[in-house]
C-alpha cells in the first residue's frame, strides 16, 4: 500500500493505473476507521482494480459548536487497517493541499435541494462542506466508482446530486450499514459511549423497525407513528432532535397516502453522544 499526502504524488500514480486501464475505487473518510469502512473498502474491491481511500479531517463540515480540533486523529492505525483491508492507496492530504486559500475562503458548493434539511438543519453549512470536499477529492482522484456508507444517508443523497449536476462520470455505490449485535449502527461517535449507553442505544435500531412494520401493518397517520417514535427513545432516555419519515428519493415529505418508498431517519442524543441513523421502509 502507498501512503501519498501531496496532489502531484496522487495524480501521477494514478495517471500510470488509469493508462493502464485500471479501474479505480474511491473510498472517502475522515479517518478514525472502524469495521463500518472496512466494509466500503471490502465493497471498493469487489469493483474496482485500484482502490484509494482518503483520510482527512474537513474542517469545512464541522459548525461553530463542533470542535473540529477534537476530532480524533488516528493515522497509523488507520492506515495499518486500510493495508490489512487490501487497500492499494491512502491519500492523507494537508488542510493546505485541500484549501489552498483557506478553509474559510475558497469556493464552497450548495446543493440547494437537500442541505437545509434535517442535518442540516441542525448543523448549518454541514452539507455544504461535505458538498465541496467530495467534489475535491472526487477532482483530485478521477475515480471510476466511488462507495459511501448509507449509515449517513442524507450525504449519500447529496454525493448522488453533486455527481449528477456537475455531470461528473463516478458511478456511487451505497453501502449497507454494519450494525453491532443489538442493532446500533457502526460509528466513530460510539467510542465515547459507555457498556450501558452502547446497549442502550440499541433502542434506535428498534424503534425504526417499529416504524417499518407500523407502516405495514396499518393505515394509521405517518405524523402519528413519528410522534410515538419520538416518544420512545424519550422513554428510552435519549433526546431526539428529529424522527422522521420522508420519501426515500429526495427526503421530502410523503404525499397524504404515499407510504411506499420511504425512509426513517433518526438523530438523538445520549448523554454528550450525537447518534443518526436510519432505515429504509419499501412497500
Known amino acids: 500500500m502507498q501512503t501519498i499526502s501531496a496532489a502531484v504524488e496522487l495524480r501521477s500514480v494514478l495517471a500510470e493505473h488509469r493508462n493502464a486501464g485500471r479501474r479505480i475505487g474511491l473510498v472517502p473518510t475522515m479517518g478514525n476507521l472502524h469495521a463500518g469502512h472496512r466494509s ?136 449497507p450499514i454494519v450494525r453491532a449485535p443489538n442493532g446500533l449502527a457502526l460509528s466513530s461517535r460510539n467510542q465515547y459511549l459507555d457498556d450501558e449507553q452502547r446497549a442502550r442505544a440499541g433502542v434506535i435500531h428498534e424503534v425504526l423497525e417499529e416504524m417499518r412494520d407500523r407502516i405495514g401493518g396499518s393505515d394509521e397517520p405517518l405524523s402519528t407513528i413519528e410522534i410515538e417514535a419520538a416518544q420512545r427513545l424519550v422513554h428510552a432516555g435519549l433526546q431526539p432532535d428529529y424522527v422522521t419519515l420522508r420519501r426515500a428519493a429526495d427526503l421530502g415529505d410523503p404525499h397524504s397516502g404515499h407510504r411506499h418508498d420511504l425512509v426513517g431517519l433518526i438523530a438523538a442524543r445520549l448523554g454528550s453522544v450525537r447518534l443518526i441513523d436510519n432505515l429504509l421502509m419499501p412497500r
Open 40 to 175: 466500503l473498502i471490502d465493497i471498493a474491491l469487489g469493483q474496482a482494480d485500484v482502490v484509494v481511500a482518503t483520510v482527512f479531517v474537513n474542517p469545512t463540515q464541522f459548525g461553530p459548536n463542533e470542535d473540529f480540533a477534537r476530532y480524533p486523529r488516528t493515522g497509523a492505525d488507520d492506515e495499518a487497517m486500510l493495508e490489512r483491508a487490501g487497500c492499494h492507496i491512502v491519500f492523507m492530504p494537508t488542510v493546505q493541499t485541500m484549501y489552498p486559500f483557506g478553509s474559510e475562503h475558497g469556493i464552497r458548493i450548495h446543493v440547494p435541494s437537500l442541505a437545509h434539511l434535517l442535518e442540516g438543519a441542525v448543523r448549518p453549512g454541514h452539507f455544504d462542506g461535505v458538498a465541496t470536499v467530495v467534489a475535491k477529492l472526487f477532482n483530485l482522484v478521477g475515480p471510476d466508482i466511488a462507495v459511501f456508507g448509507r449509515k449517513d444517508y442524507q450525504q449519500l443523497l447529496v454525493v448522488r446530486a453533486l455527481v449528477a449536476d456537475l455531470c461528473l462520470a463516478i458511478t456511487i455505490i451505497d453501502a
